[in-house]
T-cell receptor
Framework: GEDVEQSLFLSVREGDSSVINCTYTDSSSTYLYWYKQEPGAGLQLLTYIFSNMDMKQDQRLTVLLNKKDKHLSLRIADTQTGDSAIYFCAETSDTGRRALTFGSGTRLQVQP | DGGITQSPKYLFRKEGQNVTLSCEQNLNHDAMYWYRQDPGQGLRLIYYSQIVNDFQKGDIAEGYSVSREKKESFPLTVTSAQKNPTAFYLC???????????????FGPGTRLTVL
């Protein structure tokens, strides 16, 4: 079946940029999402990108999509301690089931 | 306030008991979903429903059951047949309009179930 992979952990200093990477296998992906999860909480939608786009920017967040390599990244500019959380990459396609397929999440630790 | 609510936040169950987790949304969304989250893993789909009175099994449906009698409600029952039910359960909903971006899923705050 479809697979989404992420690195498990990223540590950055406050004020630096963070880049979280994700790869996926489903060539029929239509939308790719980034969600943020703080401890003990549900998932908060950060942003999403349609598969025919290669970049989307939303304030401090920049999403890059390389459809050829099936690679997605999330860049957080000027990372703050409040950005410390787990970040999930997810994808969905138009092939019947529209539930999300998630990566295992990247834990971002921001050091002051 | 529009949103998705899940109750209870914490739930304890003895082995052999069935337990029902509540999920309600007032977003007027057609589709609703249940996911299970285990430590160090992504979310896995248990069941989903795209319309009232209809639902489909996800990847890990064994030991779970659902109903969708009302558009705003999608309760999940964890039965005694579920061998390892201790996990964090997340409910989500979406408009369900594929290809438009409007099918983005929004999540509730989750229920943590512990089997004693």
């Amino acid at each position: 079946g479809e697979d989404v992979e992420q690195s498990l952990f990223l540590s950055v200093r406050e004020g630096d940029s963070s880049v979280i990477n994700c790869t996926y296998t489903d060539s029929s992906s239509t939308y790719l999402y980034w969600y943020k999860q703080e401890p003990g909480a549900g998932l908060q939608l950060l942003t999403y990108i349609f598969s025919n786009m290669d970049m989307k920017q939303d304030q401090r967040l920049t999403v890059l999509l390389n459809k050829k390599d099936k690679h997605l990244s999330l860049r957080i500019a000027d990372t703050q301690t409040g950005d410390s959380a787990i970040y999930f990459c997810a994808e969905t396609s138009d092939t019947g089931r529209r539930a999300l397929t998630f990566g295992s999440g990247t834990r971002l630790q921001v050091q002051p | 306030d529009g949103g998705i609510t899940q109750s209870p936040k914490y739930l304890f169950r003895k082995e052999g008991q069935n337990v029902t987790l509540s999920c309600e949304q007032n977003l007027n969304h057609d589709a609703m979903y249940w996911y299970r989250q285990d430590p160090g893993q992504g979310l896995r789909l248990i069941y989903y429903s795209q319309i009232v009175n209809d639902f489909q099994k996800g990847d890990i449906a064994e030991g779970y059951s659902v109903s969708r009698e009302k558009k705003e409600s999608f309760p999940l029952t964890v039965t005694s047949a579920q061998k390892n039910p201790t996990a964090f359960y997340l409910c989500a909903s979406s408009i369900d309009a594929p290809g438009t971006g409007e099918d983005t899923q929004y999540f509730g705050p989750g229920t943590r179930l512990t089997v004693l």
